[in-house]
């Protein structure tokens, strides 16, 4: 008898451990009123949530929608752990969609942490109802529906206000020509949300309605790459400039060419500076800001005010530091006496402060600027600074 109940509670146990990840129904959620689809629905559900730590999602993805799906599927991956802390899915709403053979449904991640309840994630996923059972899409499509259309190149742009299209016509003009000097000429798509203001709303329209590693966060674009396809978002603030400030769009264009282990973020935002300005001041402004703001001398130690990121800038709120000022005065110069190749090779320079031999012996072979002479060169090009 003793053995008996041993063995049954070894069995209970082993059912609970491989039931873990599996979808816990919340009891308040709406279930289709058929019993048969709605145990089909979970079960689908519950299949499909497997199916993506082992990559294997696509039988389940609405074929129609299926590189907007990839990307929802991507950002569900590794969402069952995070540090020490273990994540369940739960099936929180269920919604019926009257204009389609579908439903809306919400899954969240939750565990617990100090006894406390630790909400990771929500997403939503449209269900679609076909012939030979239920298959899975974002709902990015579905959000999106209505918007206007333009493709300009190889760019696709959707947005809902016509008063979006000057900004993005300065847009398109600006990634086509940042693209060109960087060799790349991927198609995009880029949704302009006149709704979203912050990182929350933005990640809503594809699926993520709450993620809590970026919640609050108040950025003004995002994007994506799936199988080799980017989709970007931008936000309102974005979309309603009169005068398209770029400069984060060259970080961006340039990250997306250079692996993160080559790159010189101080060199591309220099560079972004060049061709864009900085905070909304033009170069020939963040120049003439250096000339009446910076007192300087034959004996000032630029190598020094270099590494620790001196500001020169008139406010506090928008800080112009003169790592970025000399790498914008090298790259003017670089690109004008050797093309943009050689700059290239100085966005490519890595990090100074982890490898401050490797930036150097690049700086050099470009340049002609090391560690020793670097105070005398920066003195010439602070000299030389066209008015
Ligand atoms: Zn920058």
Redesign the pocket.
């Known amino acids: 008898m003793k053995k008996i109940l041993v063995i049954t509670f070894l069995f209970a146990t082993f059912v609970a451990n491989t039931q873990t990840n599996r979808l816990t129904v919340n009891p308040e959620v709406r279930l289709p009123k058929d019993s048969v689809e709605s145990v089909q629905l979970v079960a689908a559900l519950n299949d499909f949530l497997e199916s993506i730590p082992h990559g294997n999602t696509e039988k389940w993805i609405l074929p129609a929608e299926k590189l907007e799906t990839e990307l929802l599927i991507d950002e569900m991956k590794g969402m069952d752990k995070k540090d020490s802390i273990n994540f369940k899915p739960y099936l929180i709403n269920v919604e019926a969609l009257a204009d389609m053979e579908a439903y809306s449904v919400q899954v969240s991640y939750m565990g617990i942490h100090n006894d406390a309840p630790v909400l990771r994630a929500i997403f939503e996923l449209i269900v679609h109802k076909t012939g030979d059972g239920f298959r899975f899409s974002s709902p990015l499509l579905r959000n999106t529906k209505g918007w206007f259309k333009k493709e300009i190149d190889y760019l696709t742009y959707y947005y809902q206000d016509t008063v979006a299209e000057n900004a993005i016509g300065q847009w398109a003009s600006a990634i086509i020509e940042y693209n060109k000097k960087l060799n790349s000429n991927s198609p995009i798509v880029i949704y302009v949300c006149d709704d979203c203001n912050d990182m929350t709303c933005m990640l809503r329209l594809v699926g993520i309605n709450y993620l809590m590693d970026v919640n609050g966060l108040k950025w003004l674009a995002t994007n994506y790459i799936v199988k080799g396809k980017e989709f970007a978002i931008y936000t309102r603030r974005l979309s309603h400039q009169l005068k398209a400030d770029t400069?984060d769009l060259f970080?961006g264009r340039a990250n997306a060419v250079i692996p993160q282990e080559t790159r010189s973020h101080y060199m591309i935002?220099g560079c972004?500076t060049v061709y864009a300005g900085?905070w909304g001041y033009s170069w020939e402004e963040i120049r003439k800001m250096f000339k009446t703001g910076m007192s300087y001398d034959k004996k000032t130690d630029w190598l020094k005010l270099y590494f620790e990121r001196y500001n020169f800038g008139e406010d506090p709120k928008y800080p112009l530091q003169i790592t970025?000022f000399i790498n914008a005065l090298i790259i003017q110069k670089v690109e004008k006496e050797q093309g943009f190749p050689a700059v290239m090779e100085l966005l490519a320079s890595g990090n100074m402060y982890n490898d401050r031999e490797n930036f150097f012996r690049i700086l050099e072979k470009v340049t002609g600027i090391n560690e020793k002479n670097f105070n005398k060169e920066v003195g010439k090009l602070v000299q030389n600074i066209e008015e």
Do not use: D, V, Y
């Open positions: 400069h970080h935002c972004a900085s970025q």
